[in-house]
């Protein structure tokens, strides 16, 4: 390859990464289309924290469900087209949000959401493989994973700011509803970009039809213990996620006496921290033999801060900042998290294995949620931080299992 073309495909390449790492940071976004709301909630509808949690439920098991049979889906007609509907269920979120009289409104809207969620995971991961060239895909990985921390860190803010200055956090919601709109006529004006039907790079993970051509049933993926160990993965790092994004503010207020005005950003706080952690963690996961042990010890030291958090013995502002802190070492995990399900999936399955995996995330999110809401309104605020610290503990134990045998599977290919 020449200088011109290898600068060709660099522009490309940069192009796919940059508009499925917009994509991401909407979807992500759209996660935190209410729970940055939930105390405006509380007082002009009267709902409890449990109830609330039962908002993000609903999310996350229309989007859990959802995110499994995108795969397949993905797999069958393309990336492309299933990424637009996505985003304009993500509009219609917004928009139902904005009229919601009760509980019942908050619902159609995280269902609306939940639903414009699901498809995500395998949309993204189909786009990169088959568009990036296998020397920028760990970075690939890695700016996606940074742009959802992004879209989680950004969501806070921009509720607080627009409320703040139109008075009414109605206002908010249309504006999200407007962003989703942007970015589908921003996909749609670049689609040849993210055309997932164009395979760029030389190595590329097989297609539905090459894993039919290799005598493989579709759902043979199923059988394998990485998939499962995968997604148990996704499913305790996600709980503990769950638990920082809907209830880390209030439970810092009440745990360190602080005003929910200052706690409300400590998930904006986790969430860049997270970033940071992602820009590092490309390069831990080029450089890295054994993933495992990157996310391993990179979760621990998360869970660590975590409990610190949980104990009450920190001054006030130092909490905060030990809780903001704890995002860096799930993001460092990140990239190497993707790189090791990567590893972990047979050929031809691509959509499916991240589609199946990543639903493990939205189930975590699902259950955990009313947990932890429940959790918050005993009052036992420090049981927040705690439970999301024993979580990683857990998630950590299942990516060791998912290294170990990916490790044992490349030493009987090798002999």
Same mark, same amino acid.
Request: with cysteine; aromatic share 6%; charged share 15%.
């Given at each position: 390859m020449g200088a011109r073309e290898a600068v060709a495909g660099g522009r490309q390449d940069a192009l796919t990464i940059g508009l499925v790492g917009l994509a991401h940071g909407t979807s992500h976004f759209f996660h935190m289309l209410l729970p940055p709301l939930f105390p405006l909630f509380v007082r002009e509808f009267g709902v409890s924290y449990a109830e609330l949690g039962l908002v993000v439920t609903l999310f996350f098991v229309i989007s859990g469900v959802g995110q499994a049979l995108a795969g397949f889906l993905v797999d069958r007609v393309g990336a492309r087209p299933v990424l637009f509907v996505a985003l304009g269920c993500f509009a219609a979120a917004g928009l139902a949000a904005s009229v919601a009289q009760d509980l019942n409104g908050l619902m159609l809207a995280a269902a609306l959401a939940g639903l414009g969620n699901s498809p995500f995971h395998p949309v993204d991961f189909t786009i990169l493989n088959k568009r990036v060239s296998q020397a920028r895909l760990g970075h690939a990985f890695s700016v996606h994973g940074i742009s959802g921390n992004l879209g989680w860190a950004a969501a806070p803010i921009f509720h607080h700011?627009?409320?703040?200055?139109?008075?009414?956090?109605?206002?908010?919601?249309? @504006?999200?509803?407007?962003?989703?709109? =942007? /970015? %589908?006529?921003?996909?749609?004006?670049?689609?040849?970009?993210?055309?997932?039907?164009?395979?760029?790079?030389?190595?590329v993970p097989g297609s539905a039809k090459a894993a039919a051509a290799s005598g493989q049933s579709t759902f043979a993926f199923l059988r394998l213990p990485s998939v499962w160990l995968c997604f148990s993965f996704f499913f305790f790092s996600t709980s503990a996620l769950s638990a920082i994004q809907s209830f880390a503010g209030p439970a810092l207020s009440r745990l360190y006496d602080l005003p929910t005005d200052v706690t409300a950003y400590v998930v904006s706080g986790y969430?860049?921290?997270?970033?940071i952690?992602?820009?590092?963690?490309?390069?831990?996961?080029?450089?890295?033999?054994?993933?495992?042990?990157?996310? @391993?010890?990179?979760?621990?030291?998360? =869970? /660590? %801060?975590l409990t610190l958090v949980a104990s009450g013995w920190l001054p006030p502002s130092v909490a905060l900042v030990v809780t903001a802190l704890a995002g860096l070492?799930?993001?460092?995990?990140?990239?190497?998290?993707?790189m090791l399900i990567k590893q972990a999936s047979?050929?031809?399955?691509?959509?499916?294995?991240?589609?199946?995996?990543?639903?493990?995330?939205?189930?975590?999110?699902?259950l955990a949620s009313p947990v932890f809401g429940a959790i918050l309104d005993a009052g036992h605020a420090g049981g927040v931080f705690l439970g999301a610290a024993l979580a990683l503990a857990l998630g950590v134990a299942c990516a060791s299992l998912v290294g170990l045998r990916v490790a044992l599977s490349a030493r009987r290919v090798a002999a």
């Open positions: 700011v627009v409320t703040d200055l139109t008075g009414s956090w109605r206002h908010a919601m249309v @504006g999200c509803a407007s962003w989703a709109l =942007a /970015v %589908l006529l921003l996909m749609v004006w670049q689609r040849r970009a993210i055309d997932d039907r164009v395979v760029v790079r030389a190595t969430m860049v921290a997270g970033a952690g992602m820009v590092m963690g490309g390069f831990l996961a080029a450089r890295s033999e054994r993933l495992e042990r990157t996310i @391993g010890q990179c979760l621990a030291g998360s =869970a /660590v %801060l070492g799930t993001g460092l995990a990140g990239p190497s998290r993707d047979p050929p031809g399955a691509t959509g499916r294995v991240y589609g199946t995996v990543y639903s493990g995330l939205d189930i975590g999110f699902a």
